[in-house]
């Protein structure tokens, strides 16, 4: 068997790592497009047709099998993604970066935290889409439900957080597996917990979370860019 020298070698890892960047940035850019094409089709549809077909269906089929287990269960998750519970996390990962003088992926986590909250809170307002009739839950501090915050904050809290995972390389890729989709079911609990208990149109939510993946997307896109930049102006004077 002909040896394999080490420019073969080196081109064989060339040649694999722009395969993975190719398919990497296909994958990101389909995610995008998706995101972006549904959350165009539920304002146009759901909030300036207020069409309700598929939200009255959705409320249908949970208000037949939703017991008052659930709904207590639906009340507990819901708590995740309140800002009582997602402001302290922020602090909690900010202040593990900053301890381990990683300042640059703090400020990073501090900007995508704070932009979306401005986001969301400045959509409420612009489509000015009332919550449904009948919530189960009491002390709403907002009349308006499109987009929904709890969907919308701990989608992008629990997206950076598996972020994060994949991108660790202390974690065993087993363990990767494991708790990426368990902390992506959680966050869709967490969604569903404010349809089923009827502070949010099922809309409301599936435009979140569409809008905090486009959110997502573009911060760590134009954070990786700025970083890159920063690194090639730093470069030439290091020489």
């Given at each position: 068997m002909k040896a394999i020298t080490a420019?073969?070698?080196?081109?064989?890892?060339?040649?694999?790592?722009?395969?993975?960047?190719?398919?990497?940035?296909?994958?990101?850019?389909?995610l995008f497009l998706v995101s972006l094409y549904g959350f165009i089709l539920i304002v146009h549809e759901a909030v300036l047709k207020d069409e309700q077909t598929f939200d009255d269906k959705v409320f249908d089929f949970f208000a037949a099998h939703s017991s008052p287990?659930?709904?207590?269960?639906?009340?507990?998750?819901t708590f995740f993604g309140s800002h009582t519970f997602l402001i302290p996390a922020?602090?909690?990962?900010?202040s593990f970066y900053l301890f381990r003088k990683k300042y640059r992926s703090a400020l990073h986590i501090t900007i995508i935290g704070i932009s979306s909250t401005?986001?969301?809170f400045g959509l409420k307002e612009v489509f000015a889409r009332s919550r449904p009739d009948l919530p189960l839950v009491e002390s709403l501090t907002n009349n308006y439900g499109f987009p929904s915050g709890h969907a919308l904050s701990s989608f992008i809290f629990f997206g950076m957080f598996i972020y994060i995972i994949w991108h660790s390389t202390r974690m065993p890729?087993?363990?990767?597996?494991?708790?990426?989709?368990?902390?992506?079911?959680?966050?869709?609990?967490?969604?569903?917990?404010?349809?089923?208990?009827?502070?949010?149109?099922?809309t409301d939510v599936i435009a979140s979370y569409c809008l905090g993946n486009l959110w997502t997307v573009l911060s760590l896109e134009v954070m990786r860019k700025i970083s890159r930049k920063r690194q090639l102006n730093v470069a030439p004077h290091a020489g």
């Open positions: 420019k073969e070698r080196s081109g064989r890892i060339r040649k694999g790592v722009f395969k993975y960047l190719s398919v990497k940035v296909l994958v990101i850019s389909a287990r659930f709904i207590q269960v639906m009340r507990y998750f922020y602090l909690v990962v900010i401005l986001l969301m890729g087993i363990y990767k597996w494991i708790s990426i989709p368990l902390v992506f079911a959680f966050t869709l609990t967490v969604a569903m917990s404010r349809v089923v208990l009827r502070v949010h149109y099922p």
